[in-house]
């Protein structure tokens, strides 16, 4: 039988997974490219409300302010180390997966139909950036990270390789979540990278704030590279 706090944290899990996965499928008919991000942030305002209530508020899951001097002092060297892993981790799965026969950087239809409007567009590139640091940055961090991560380090509190089994999971969801307009190569390079953000989760003391500015400068990279027609 499960304690109490485990019991908790799967419930949950379910249920955050499920308004998360539930919610995207009802927005979809409606607005297909900006379903997920529309989804995303309001199922994550109900996840801080709910928090709040609970007395954990958001620090609980890695939105603390740093104390000392020289905690605030690292947190800029964090998010560049962070945005560098992202990138040396998608390059990395890339050309393994090119010396596999896999091409995992291939032109993603999936990819190009939702930023179609977006070359060349000034307003549809800003609204785009937008869009990546609330809902990529915050939320993505905030639910696959801060939120996902913390519960699997309950519900696997006493088992064998807890740390590796609360990280491999949510970096799974992460990459899952992907699927659906990147395909194969979202699955498989985004899950590897949620592997290295969960990661790095750990090693910052659950501290999210590193992870979420890393992602948001990676994420307006590749979109800045689609505005301005970059060939890379």
């Not at 900006?34 to 996840?47: A, D, N, Q, Y």
């Not at 070359?119 to 639910?143: H, K």
């Not at 799974?172 to 790095?200: A, D, P």
Request: proline fraction near 3%; hydrophobic fraction near 50%.
């Amino acid at each position: 039988m499960l304690s109490a706090d485990k019991s908790l944290a799967l419930k949950e899990v379910i249920g955050f997974g499920s308004l998360v996965v539930i919610s995207k499928l009802l927005v979809d008919p409606l607005t297909w490219k900006f379903s997920g991000p529309i989804t995303l942030i309001g199922s994550m305002l109900i996840l801080a409300i709910y928090l709040h209530r609970r007395g954990e508020g958001l620090a609980g899951i890695g939105f603390a302010v740093p104390g000392s001097l020289k905690s605030k002092l690292m947190i800029l060297p964090k998010c560049l180390l962070t945005a560098a892993a992202i990138i040396l981790t998608g390059v990395t799965v890339a050309k393994t997966g090119e010396l596999l026969g896999l091409n995992l950087v291939k032109d993603n239809a999936g990819i190009a139909e939702r930023l179609a409007d977006v070359p060349g567009n000034l307003n549809m590139y800003l609204l785009w950036l937008g869009l990546i640091w609330v809902s990529s940055g915050l939320c993505e961090e905030m639910f696959f990270r801060g939120f996902l991560i913390t519960r699997m380090l309950t519900l696997f509190n006493g088992i064998k390789f807890q740390r590796t089994l609360s990280v491999f999971f949510p970096a799974l969801s992460f990459g899952l979540v992907h699927v659906y307009y990147q395909g194969l190569q979202g699955l498989i390079i985004t899950g590897f990278i949620g592997l290295t953000l969960g990661t790095l989760f750990l090693l910052f003391n659950r501290n999210l704030w590193p992870l979420v500015i890393g992602h948001g400068l990676v994420n307006s990279l590749s979109l800045t590279a689609v505005y301005q027609q970059w060939d890379i």
